[in-house]
């Protein structure tokens, strides 16, 4: 690996993390499009979509959990959902991770295409009551619903190497009716477990690049750090506008991709 692919992995590694502290999303929603397209663009070097998935799903999880720390202070995560929907999801993670050696690359796009196009159609389903912020503590939601959705968040994510946290924060706010702000601290939470059973199955079959990923993995923690402090300063609905842009923008280009490859 060259020295200019690592520090353009790096760089990556940066804004994937800061978009997890920023908007509750573990990374995958940018990292995966970035570390697919930008590399060959800039023609520093270039990754396959299992490598990808295998870095991604590393870089998920340090961001996830750096950006749950910081968001925890803040006391937007609320502890019974992160463990309401954190071994649900943390199961599928690792049930998609672990089959996700036998799927063609192709079809591991679609899917994150598929995940990506849900996630774009859920974040313009009017919702009442998700922006106003309360004590995370004092939410009550439907366990069995969160873990649900959850666990089959877990298992897509699992396949295409992502923390599924772009799925999840919509699925949260639609589905569950939990208000933005905690969705974003406790989507970490349940990412970062998520991730760690879905980075476990990645390793075992072999889907790590080791350089490529502490290259990107250098970067995470920091980057995380600062968007959970940017995050706290944007009103919720710019939040939600930003995730928005985020996932259609990602969308667009992953069908583009998929379908004149």
Known sequence: MTLAFALTLLALGFVGAFVAGLLGVGGAIVMIPLLLYVPPLIEVGALDIKSVAGVTMTQVLVAATAGMLAHRRHRTVNRDLAWAGGPAMAAGSLAGALVSQYVHERWLLLVFALMVTGAAFLMFVPVDGIDHTPDARQLTFSRPRAAIVSGGVGVAAGLVGAGGAFLLVPLLLVVVGVPIRVTIGSSLAITALAATAG???????????????????????????????????????????????????????????LLWR
């Open 199 to 257: 980075f476990v199955g990645k390793l075992v079959t072999g889907q790590v690049p080791l350089l490529p990923t502490l290259a990107v993995v250098a970067a995470a923690a920091p980057g995380a750090q600062l968007g959970a402090v940017v995050s706290r300063r944007v009103p919720p609905l710019g939040l939600r506008v930003a995730l928005c842009v985020f996932i259609a923008t990602t969308a667009v280009r992953v069908w583009v991709d």
